[in-house]
């Protein structure tokens, strides 16, 4: 289990760190994009889970990107080159391809002549070299555009054993949000936070039954995993929990059911403290369809 940081007691009363507003606790500007995708508290930045994870041992299958994602994939380079554009504006790019071993694509960065020529310097034939950027087309061939990029070798066996050891979550990024960025801000909350702060709606018995990790190892784990089996375990409880909050919506949209149609002259017995029981159950902002479910507008 991961440990518990030390962290002060909460003020009475105090609004719980997982709701307070997020440019708080990440900063104005990460937080306004967020706020974009309709994340805007740490509960729901917690809940942006990883779309997969790479090992940095491994080159990435170029044949899995899509056009217009914002991609970060390892790849070897094949060739780079630089040159000046004809227009001047702006003055130089440099372009490479690299590959998986199978599949080739290119890379086109844009900048000053002295730039262009370090960086296609960097990128000699055979390095293996983390790159960030836009896939997109170029005559009909996947292109990475607006390319950022970390040259492997480049690092001391330290910081490559570190790199390449643990799993990299990578997010649902934009242009302005890159997959990297996101990651900077979750483990900024999950620096802040501690087992108290995550409400926990699986009920001990089925953790213990299920052997499912507890909801703040989860997160912990699906988001910085140390190896695979984490984040696959933390996959499977948080699997689980949607099954739950799943389930207790259905028992809501039961109990009021019963509640509006039976023929009994005065309200049931216990109702709304049944509802307000499971409604302290679901923690987490419910999907549109879970919404549709638990619809509480009267029926024809």
Known sequence: MTATP???????????????PLDRLIGKTTATQLAKQGITTPRGLLRLFPRRYDTWGDLTDLRTLKHGEQ?????????????????????ALMEATVT??????GLVMFGNPGQMQHHAAQLAPGTTVLLYGKVGLHHGRLQLASTRFQVLDELDDVERE?????????????ESLPSWLVGRAVRTILDQIGPADVP??????????????????????VHTPEDASQWRDARRRLRHEEAFVLQAALVQRRVQHAAEHTAVA????????????????????????????????PRP
């Open 200 to 221: 926990e709606p699986l009920p001990e018995p089925v953790r213990t039954a299920e052997r499912l990790v507890d909801a703040y190892t989860a997160y912990r784990w």
């Open 162 to 174: 570190a790199l390449l050891a643990r799993p990299m979550p990578i997010y649902p990024g934009t």
């Open 71 to 91: 991609a970060t994939i390892q790849a070897q380079v094949v060739h780079a080159a630089a040159r000046r554009t004809r227009s001047g504006r702006p003055p």
């Open 100 to 105: 998986d071993g199978v599949t080739t694509m």
């Open 266 to 297: 005065w309200p049931l017995p216990g109702k709304e403290s049944l509802l307000a029981d499971l409604d302290a159950a679901l923690p987490y902002t419910l999907t549109a369809g879970q919404a549709r479910v638990v619809d509480r507008s």
């Open 6 to 20: 030390g962290r002060a007691r909460r003020p009475r009363g105090a609004v719980p760190l997982l709701d307070r």
